[in-house]
């Protein structure tokens, strides 16, 4: 599919979308690839991410890495040896990997991640402790006597400091710098080591101290990005209540529920398990599912969605999904893959950071030796600016100010029912031009309704002409005579010698006279057409409905017109998708007259009809050259060639539906257009966060690089100023996940 960016992936079984190792890693001969997942307690965001993907750069067999940062798991496609490799690699680059159990679910992992985040949060005392320390350090060094015994002292105090706070952090940063990596634990070491030794011991202490406690901070604030989508996955009760053999109820593990059982709902609970209704009228609240903010009727034969509520009655639903298979545990899956792609913006931000850290690296090493040889500079202050440059050279800020963003994006979008498969996506949708409609369930409720009757005969009145066609519609499983059935609200009279006249009507005896109920050709058969009648029908047909006429053995008595209505939601919907610069473009396979007629009522210009599929996608490319980036908007399964050509496909109304959901970049879980604008709305607002993210980080990097070289910047205050940077895109990141206007 061509989209208007494209990153290079493949989504797979482990719940993440897995992007295509280096080229050069082949599997041996003979060896047979496997997918592993394993989960690292120390993976919280992006750094650890490309930490880990350089530390398996250079294991041989490697196919595929798969991240998962929302249950901190990797899952790694590799033969037996890669896989052993991989793992010896991760734990020299300093980092615990722990095999996950092919049975565990997501809801598992996500309770082993809390219990990772518990522990890291019970580190909290020993930092403070730490600090203590380092403050005392700091007291002894101004306000005791500069005598050895105090200095001796102070500078215990500043290496037991050091020793609480700063051991992973020198563990990872001596594997960095033996690999010849400038990561920020590399940095941290070698300025906390170079403080030290100059002997400026308490701002060493202090730094490692306060980088240690800003990096928990900073952990759990991620956090709420990062595990925001387990509030979708606790909205399916652990337990369901199943009907026995013996008819009796019995509360299980809704993971134990199997296909075709029979599960008991009651007012006011959740509902396990996706369902068909069996037994019971009640309303369901779908908005965990599909947005939608208006509790939704269900009778039997009506499909409810685990994690929805039934608010009224009680039901009896028929499981259609296992737990780990419902429409819920899917959009799940799917924002965990999205999570784990790379947006344009982020890849930017990885190769720039990239080339930031090396070039801050090397003005250091030019300020400790060019300062003092070139400028006179003393060489201890030299040495002193070029630590602080150092700590100013960390890219934490700046590539952390991508992913929560884009992760808080996509997660704002899956609560109102946007399923967005990736960040690629979430960003692009603010450059699409023009969008092409499909008609039926995209603009109108792809269901025929009655919307016009007139009783024509003198001698019979509306009450009785609805009665025969009512009668006779009832007796046939056409559309059109199902939509005429049910817009009439007349008693049924007995249909005798009822007989379907194939592509025409149906016909049978009611009273003492033989009944049609039929399409225009079939009048015409009859000879009872008259100018008048003809005047009627095209009135009718111009407006882009299907007429039905019912007749008796001598004269037509009544006109039945049927149309596919469009959404309420669908004027307003277009209205906005204009005032956001987008045009909406009509493509249908219906007549050119019913294209024009749905067309002018949802206040679209430019519709075509007539269309069959091959048009469809010339009608794209067409859009394409026109007005530039071009979505498609359909069911995600019918017209294939436009949804590929078009730069972004979008499924519409694809709660429960799989193909829908595999289809399309974007999938609206309900059938409400206005989730279009707002998609485009969302994705112009991360990507003004996202610059101002990267303009922040940058733009307060830049002030403390210019005060390091002046010599007016310490090194706690870079560690504030990079740490606080980084606080500080979080929390603008996480500014996504708030409530914004609804449409509905």
């Known amino acids: 599919m061509n989209k208007v960016t494209e990153d290079t992936q493949l989504c797979n079984v482990g719940g993440a979308c897995a992007q295509d190792a280096t080229p050069s890693q082949e599997l041996l001969p003979g060896a047979a690839a496997e997918n592993t997942v394993y989960r690292i307690p120390a993976m919280d965001c992006a750094t650890e991410e490309m930490e880990i993907r350089q530390a398996l750069s250079s294991v041989v067999g490697v196919r595929r890495l798969g991240f998962a940062l929302g249950t901190r798991t990797l899952m790694i496609t590799a033969g037996a040896a890669g896989q052993q490799q991989a793992q010896d690699a991760i734990r020299a680059a300093g980092f615990e990997i722990n095999l996950v159990d092919a049975g565990q679910s997501g809801q598992t992992l996500q309770a082993e991640s809390a219990d990772d985040d518990r522990r890291i949060g019970a580190g909290l005392a020993r930092l403070m402790g730490a600090l203590i320390l380092a403050v005392g350090a700091e007291a002894l060094a101004y306000l005791a006597p500069a005598t050895l015994l105090v200095k001796v002292v102070g500078m215990a105090l500043a290496a ?36 030290f030794v100059i002997g400026q011991w308490p701002e060493a202490a202090m730094v490692m101290a306060l980088y240690a406690i800003a990096e928990l901070i900073e952990a759990r604030a991620v956090d709420q990005a990062r595990n925001a989508i387990t509030s979708l996955m606790a909205l399916a009760p652990d337990e369901a209540e199943v009907r026995q053999a013996d008819g009796s109820w019995v509360r299980v593990a809704a993971a134990s529920v199997h296909l075709e059982a029979i599960i008991r709902v009651k007012p006011g609970e959740r509902v396990p398990l996706d369902g068909v209704v069996t037994v019971g009228n009640s309303a369901i609240n779908q908005a965990p599912v599909t947005g939608e903010s208006i509790p939704v009727d269900k009778q039997p034969g009506d499909l409810v969605f685990a994690g929805t509520i039934n608010e009224t009655g009680l039901l009896e639903c028929r499981v259609t999904a296992v737990a780990s298979n419902t429409t819920l545990a899917r959009i799940i899956h799917a924002v965990e893959e999205a999570q784990s792609t790379r947006a344009p913006t982020q890849r930017f931000v990885d190769r720039f950071a990239a080339i930031y850290t090396p070039a801050i690296f090397v003005i250091a090493l030019a300020v400790a030796i060019v300062g003092p040889l070139g400028f006179g500079w003393p060489w201890l202050d030299a040495l002193y600016k070029a630590l602080v440059l150092l700590v100013i050279a960390c890219p934490c800020a700046l590539v952390i100010s991508t992913p929560v963003t884009v992760v808080s994006g996509l997660t704002a979008a899956a609560r109102r029912g946007i399923l967005i498969k990736g960040g690629t996506y979430l960003e692009d949708a603010r450059k699409i031009k023009a969008i092409a409609l499909d008609k039926t369930g995209t603009v109108t409720e792809g269901k025929p309704r009655l919307v016009a009757f007139d009783a024509i005969a003198a001698d019979h009145t509306e009450q009785r002409t609805g009665s025969l066609a009512a009668s006779l519609a009832a007796h046939s499983d056409h559309p059109v005579s199902k939509a005429i059935a049910a817009g009439l609200d007349h008693p049924l009279e007995a249909v005798d010698e009822f007989n379907a006249l194939a592509g025409r009507g149906v016909q049978g005896r009611v009273g003492d006279d033989v009944h049609a109920l039929g399409n225009h050709r079939l009048i015409e058969d009859r000879g009872q057409c008259s100018a008048e009648l003809e005047a009627r029908l095209a009135e009718h047909e111009s407006q882009g409905r299907t007429v039905t006429l019912l007749a008796s053995s001598t004269k037509v008595l009544g006109l039945f017109a049927v149309a596919d209505t469009i959404k309420a939601s669908s004027r307003t919907a277009i209205a906005e998708l204009r005032a956001l610069g987008v045009t909406p473009v009509m493509l249908t396979g219906d007549n050119e007259a019913t294209a024009r007629s749905i067309a002018a009522q949802a206040g679209i210009e430019d519709a075509r009809g007539n269309l069959l599929p091959e048009d469809k996608l010339a009608a794209i490319r067409d859009l394409q ?28 109304g694809a709660a429960g539906t799989d193909t829908a959901m595999e289809a ?24 003004s966060v996202l610059w101002q993210n990267i303009t922040l980080a940058l733009g307060i990097k830049s002030v403390f690089l210019v005060l390091a070289l002046l010599g007016s910047a310490t090194m706690w205050m870079a560690v504030f100023a990079d740490m606080g940077a980084s606080l500080l895109v979080v929390f603008n990141g996480l500014r996504l996940l708030r409530p914004t206007e609804r449409t509905d």
């Open 160 to 195: 037991a400091a050091i020793g609480l706070s700063g051991l992973s952090v020198y563990k990872k940063g001596l594997v960095a710098l033996s690999r010849a990596r400038l990561n920020i634990n590399a940095l941290m070491s070698v300025a906390v080591t170079g403080a």
């Open 625 to 652: 050259r026109q007005y530039g980036p071009t979505a498609m908007t359909g069911d995600g399964i019918n017209d294939a060639p436009a949804l590929a050509q078009a730069d972004m496909g979008i499924a519409m």
């Open 664 to 687: 399309a970049d974007i999938v609206i879980m309900n059938d409400d257009l206005r989730r279009i604008p707002e998609t485009i709305r969302l994705s112009r607002r991360t990507h």
